[in-house]
């Protein structure tokens, strides 16, 4: 890749302007002094590698959060260029499957159809016949551009390379945060989450081993649910890469936290949840394409939308229309099982006897971390069941059920609050990237409580702006993003996590009133 031709060294600026030059923050333009520290979102340079470049010159919208490796300046290339022919986006949407997906980054054009080796899994096909400049930077490091140029077709035609006053803003706040130096994490901050997430896990050991008796069993089941709830947003923050820019290193402590503390698998994990940052609330472009999100693939229990709904009354399902008239009643319910359902999912995915949400050309893909996939989820399984041994039958049963049933809850509520009950778009109304994730999500507000029970997601929309900013600099993200968002009439909503979940069951309420004017005999 290395020798590859230079058109995917430097992607395309939108409006064919050359790109600025970027330099290391700690240098000044002309030499001098490195700035003083204590700026905000600051932290020690060893603790993350990354590198957050910084604009020297006026920034290209269409290439902000990009920048050479040494520090040189980048040049863009004009259309037209001997390097490739001229394509019109046009052209670019024709190529929409997998099996024929064409992209736009940067104001270049290229071929990735059927490439099911994608570092990413699938995410890279929700975007195909579209321009995935924004959502690339967002998931990508720098580096990521070179693994490009194999891919590469030709230039964007100039008159598609025109960005809105939206996409120009967004990426001049990508800009920002990163000259500021918000995406760099704490590390004060991760070693006190993993310490106090630790001693919760203890004092589950200690109430079993130390204590005994039913009611310290039960004591031990809400302290080992919340030991995986917290788990989960650990383990979210690692894989996220907020902490390490070294992605291995993540990976490793996802690995850690999320088979051998939770039981979730990372790479089952990465592969839903990479995809619904990309697609928030966004539906199939058609049954079975995967290329929708895929935490809103709940049929037929729960319906988020009127077209969710539609679907479910052709199949002659009891069981789902039934699900279908009590959807508000029953998403409690429904939430107490859920962990349960996400052991099952992660487990057949890494041990490959059949995966719930899994394409069947993923199904059998090889396993980035290999065997340390399976080793971790053994592990997970040797604590949780050992420390049952410890109990007597009925106290067992009781640990189970009440350590699964409640994490489940916390979990859901939690992050179910952020996406449940907002905006949802067909695969064709798709808006641009920056309001599909502003008008998909809800913020929650509250005070430290509330911030530490949810993991940092009370500040959902920052997040999946900008997820690669560790939890602790969001609320500093937030102070830029509602601006923008009201000087371009963006709905922003935020609220109490009690409001927020009264507006998840008036939503399926909702729903369900609509489908039963449409189907009285529902």
Not at 141 to 152: E, I, L, Q, R
Not at 165 to 174: K, N
Request: glycine content about 10%.
């Amino acid at each position: 890749v290395g020798e590859s031709p230079g058109p995917h060294r430097s992607p395309v600026d939108a409006r064919g302007d050359s790109f600025p030059r970027l330099r290391p923050p700690g240098r000044r333009a002309c030499g001098g002094r490195r700035p003083r520290r204590g700026t905000r979102g600051a932290s020690p340079n060893h603790w993350r590698t990354r590198v957050p470049w910084t604009v020297e010159a006026s920034p290209s919208p269409a290439t902000m959060g990009l920048g050479g490796k040494d520090g040189t300046t980048l040049r863009s290339r004009k259309a037209g260029t001997k390097d490739g022919r001229v394509v019109s986006m046009e052209e670019v949407a024709k190529h929409n499957t997998p099996e024929d997906a064409w992209m736009v980054f940067g104001g270049r054009v290229y071929d990735v159809s059927d490439w099911r080796d994608h570092p990413g899994g699938r995410i890279i096909f929700t975007h195909a016949g579209q321009d995935c400049t924004d959502a690339f930077n967002a998931f990508h490091p720098s580096s990521a551009v070179d693994t490009m140029a194999k891919f590469y077709v030709g230039e964007l035609a100039p008159e598609d390379r025109k960005l809105t006053a939206v996409e120009r803003d967004y990426r001049a706040l990508r800009a920002r945060v990163r000259r500021e130096r918000l995406d760099v994490a704490s590390p004060a901050y991760y070693v006190f989450k993993c310490a106090s997430n630790l001693a919760i896990l203890a004092g589950a050991f200690y109430l079993v081993l130390g204590v005994g008796g039913t009611a310290a069993v039960a004591g031990a089941a809400a302290l080992v649910a919340l030991f995986w709830q917290q788990c989960g947003w650990l383990a979210h923050d690692f894989l996220h890469h907020q902490v390490f820019d070294n992605r291995a290193i993540g990976d490793w402590f996802g690995l850690v936290i999320g088979n051998v503390g939770q039981g979730f698998s990372v790479e089952w994990w990465k592969d839903k949840h990479n995809t619904h940052h990309a697609v928030p609330n966004l539906l199939e472009s058609s049954d079975d394409a995967h290329d929708g999100d895929p935490d809103i693939d709940t049929m037929p229990l729960l319906a988020w939308s009127l077209e969710m709904a539609r679907k479910a009354t052709r199949t002659d399902s009891a069981v789902g229309r039934f699900f279908l008239k009590h959807q508000a009643f029953l998403y409690f319910p429904i939430l107490l099982v859920a962990r349960m359902s996400w052991l099952l999912q992660s487990f057949t995915f890494v041990f490959r006897t059949g995966d719930v949400w899994a394409a069947p050309d993923t199904s059998l893909k090889p396993l980035h971390l290999g065997f340390r996939e399976h080793a971790g989820l053994l592990l997970h399984y040797l604590w949780y069941f050992g420390l049952m041994t410890q109990m007597s039958a009925a106290q067992a049963v009781l640990f189970f059920f009440a350590s699964q049933m409640l994490c489940g809850l916390l979990l859901a509520v939690a992050f179910g609050v952020g996406h449940n009950g907002m905006a949802v778009y067909e695969a064709d109304k798709k808006p641009d990237f920056l309001t599909l994730q502003i008008t998909t999500t809800r913020n929650v507000d509250g005070n430290f409580l509330v911030g530490w029970f949810m993991g940092g997601l009370q500040n959902q929309v920052e997040h999946h702006l900008f997820p690669n900013v560790p939890r602790h600099n969001l609320h500093i993200v937030r102070s830029y993003v509602e601006p923008l968002c009201k000087k371009h009439n963006i709905p922003y909503h935020s609220t109490s996590i009690t409001r927020g979940t009264i507006e998840v069951l008036q939503h399926l309420a909702d729903v369900t009133t609509e489908l039963i004017q449409d189907f009285p005999g529902l």
